[in-house]
Every structure is written in structure tokens, then in C-alpha cells.
């Protein structure tokens, strides 16, 4: 398995991605796992121009079989809003402790949980949901989220 970048190489993607952005539409960054963690560290450490809201698919609170919040802590240096959605069996992020994490962002941090939902949003057939069913659900509530965000802000 090839190894992800370090950090400073991730940074500079998104700060890179960011930048080639262009036009008058709002812009969320985020990102899925990995990318998500890297979005958050790269705005805590110098805000991303023209980035309105940060949105995360499976943050990755903490090494599987190792619950710990250590890669939330930059979180506090994020001030604007942030979403994360979450599975419920996520290895990466215990229940209890992602939602705890989103309590004390307060109302920057918003989280909804997918039931039965594993790191990659897998889900299991007895759920009575598809894969793409729940990638489906996701998209609406983050879709949602961002409508209810671009409304109640001006650029």
C-alpha cells in the first residue's frame, strides 16, 4: 500500500486546490478521511482565502483501536462552520468521542451520524440500505447544510 503524503505536501495541495478555485459560488473545502484532517490543519494554521465552511466525510479522530481526540485539538483554531458526517460503527472515530469534540466546537461544528456505517460508509445488507443509498442521504444533508448556510450568510 502506498503511503500517504506528509502533512506539509498535504497542506500545500489544498492551500493549491483552494487557490485554483475560482468564481463567484461559495466555496466549501473539506475532504474524506485523510483529506478532511488536512483541510482542518491547513485552515487552523492560516485561514483558507475565500473558504466559507469546512465539510468532513469520516474524519479520522483517532487510529483504529486507539480512542483519542490528540487530532481534533487544531479543531479550536478553525471559526467558521464545520460538518461532520460520521458512520456509526466508524473505527476512526468513536461515537462518544466525535461527539464530544463536535460539542465543545459549539455552534461551529455540526455532526450527523450515519446508522451502521463503517469508515468508508459501507453498511451492512441487514441495515435494509445500499451503499449508494447512504452516499445518496449523505450528499442531501451536506447539500442541505450548505443551502441553509449560503442563506443565512452574505459573501
Avoid: C
Wanted: net charge positive.
Amino acid at each position: 500500500m502506498k503511503r500517504v503524503d506528509r502533512p506539509p505536501t498535504a497542506h500545500a495541495a489544498v492551500r493549491a486546490a483552494v487557490a485554483a478555485a475560482t468564481g463567484t459560488l461559495p466555496l466549501f473545502a473539506g475532504g474524506k478521511s485523510f483529506g478532511a484532517r488536512m483541510t482542518s490543519q491547513t485552515h487552523a494554521h492560516g485561514r483558507l482565502p475565500s473558504v466559507r465552511d469546512l465539510v468532513f466525510f469520516g474524519y479520522p479522530l483517532h487510529p483504529a483501536g486507539k480512542p483519542s481526540t490528540d487530532r481534533a485539538e487544531h479543531l479550536s483554531d478553525v471559526h467558521i462552520p464545520m460538518l461532520f458526517l460520521q458512520g456509526t460503527k466508524d473505527a476512526l472515530a468513536d461515537r462518544s468521542l466525535i461527539r464530544g469534540v463536535v460539542n465543545e466546537l459549539g455552534d461551529r461544528a455540526t455532526l450527523v451520524t450515519i446508522p451502521d456505517a463503517e469508515h468508508s460508509f459501507h453498511v451492512p445488507a441487514r441495515s435494509g440500505r445500499t451503499d449508494n443509498q447512504v452516499l445518496e442521504d449523505m450528499l442531501d444533508a451536506a447539500a442541505e447544510w450548505m443551502r441553509r448556510f449560503i442563506a443565512g450568510r452574505t459573501a
